[in-house]
């Protein structure tokens, strides 16, 4: 799902936050970081979709941190959290290119999973349903690379789908046809029933049965049918505004 970043020297806020992330979206990928230095570090080493930032830090400052980190990934989303509700801070975060400002114990859990959900509603997300680990891998690793600010989850069985796709709401879902655990038409209407804007490509290496599925599009499972399957996503994207 998503990969977050925590920033934050207080050990047990750092922890509660994690556990309340954990707790709402257990597939999101969480790393924490207890000083600037370390901070540094793991945002430029990988891509993170969201960062709680702290402002004052051992080896280092948060607000400088997200003027950097934006600099190199400037999709990831920034929240910068704080105990000081000052003007000051707030304005100097949003002109740092912070998105958004909380202040701890100010804001509710509510609202620290609202804005994970609000995030994952702007975001392109795209849900693997495929048994194979390699195959899943290759999708994912493909997908990644082509698209980086997409939001990709995996899941090798129906049932763990199906959790993810309910969280997720996805706007893709490549889905091998014959998943082991339910028959596909019925997984085809639970993953529409639990996500209704969802695209379904269905992944085969018998193409004939696609269109008794029920799904969008039909591609083969194996790397032949790759190029075909980022066209039909490509397709997908929305396509930037201008003003």
Not at 207 to 230: I, K, N, R, W, Y
Request: proline content about 4%.
């Amino acid at each position: 799902m998503l990969n977050t970043l925590i920033v934050e020297d207080n050990v047990p806020y750092r922890q509660s936050l994690h556990h309340l992330l954990e707790g709402r979206f257990p597939s999101m990928q969480i790393d924490e970081a207890a000083d600037g230095r370390e901070a540094l570090y793991r945002a430029l080493s990988r891509h993170f979709d969201l960062i709680f930032m702290d402002v004052r830090l051992p080896q280092g400052n948060g607000l400088d941190l997200t003027k950097v980190i934006k600099m190199f990934s400037d999709d990831t989303v920034i929240c910068v959290i704080t105990s000081y509700d000052i003007l000051e801070y707030r304005e100097a975060a949003f002109r740092n290119g912070a998105d958004h400002f909380m202040v701890k114990g100010g804001s509710s859990e509510a609202e620290i999973v609202e804005l994970v959900e609000s995030l994952l509603r702007m975001r392109f997300a795209t849900m693997i349903m495929v048994s194979d680990t390699l195959s899943c891998k290759q999708l994912n690793t493909l997908l990644s690379i082509r698209w980086p600010a997409m939001i990709v989850e995996e899941a090798r069985d129906a049932a763990t789908g199906l959790g993810h796709v309910t969280t997720l709401k996805p706007n893709l879902v490549l889905l091998e046809l014959g998943l082991s655990g339910l028959s596909t038409a019925e997984l085809v209407r639970e993953i529409r029933d639990r996500s209704p804007r969802a695209t379904l490509i269905g992944m085969t290496d018998e193409l004939s049965v696609a269109s008794q599925c029920g799904v969008d599009h039909c591609v083969p499972l194996t790397p032949m049918g790759h190029t075909e399957l980022m066209a039909i996503v490509d397709c997908l994207q929305p396509k930037p505004t201008h003003h």
